[in-house]
């Protein structure tokens, strides 16, 4: 089992920034491809970003590109996810996940989440 806790929401301008954390722990010893989602009211949950074990290689939706940096530390078993430019649409609960490494669009765990809400 591996354990997720988000940080880093909060009310923020449009315009502004945010940068969201995912500590994990449990099991860490294994390096996972993670990545964060994001679910607005009566919205379904999108994929947002992804990063593989060593971080060489991320993927955004479309939505977020140029605007969004996912990162991660493995000595500190945290992943990031900077957000810029933020617009009213970003509002969303945003999940940490733990990703299938075969398929992104599956998910192995799923953090608690944290709000963001980005006001005009």
């Known amino acids: 089992q591996v354990q997720l806790e988000e940080s880093g929401g909060g009310l923020v301008q449009a315009g502004g920034s945010l940068r969201l954390s995912c500590a994990a722990s449990?099991?860490?010893?294994?390096?996972?491809?993670m990545g964060w989602f994001r679910q607005a009211p009566g919205k379904e949950r999108d994929f947002v970003a992804g990063i593989n074990w060593s971080g060489r290689f991320t993927n955004y939706a479309d939505s977020v590109k140029g605007r969004f940096t996912i990162s991660r530390d493995n000595v500190k078993n945290t992943v990031y996810l900077q957000a810029s430019s933020l617009k009213p649409e970003d509002t969303a609960v945003y999940y940490c996940?733990?990703?299938?490494?075969?398929?992104?669009?599956?998910?192995?765990?799923w953090g608690q989440g944290t709000q963001v809400i980005v006001s005009s």
């Open positions: 996940a733990v990703l299938d490494s075969s398929d992104w669009s599956k998910v192995r765990y």
């Open positions: 449990g099991r860490t010893g294994t390096i996972y491809d």
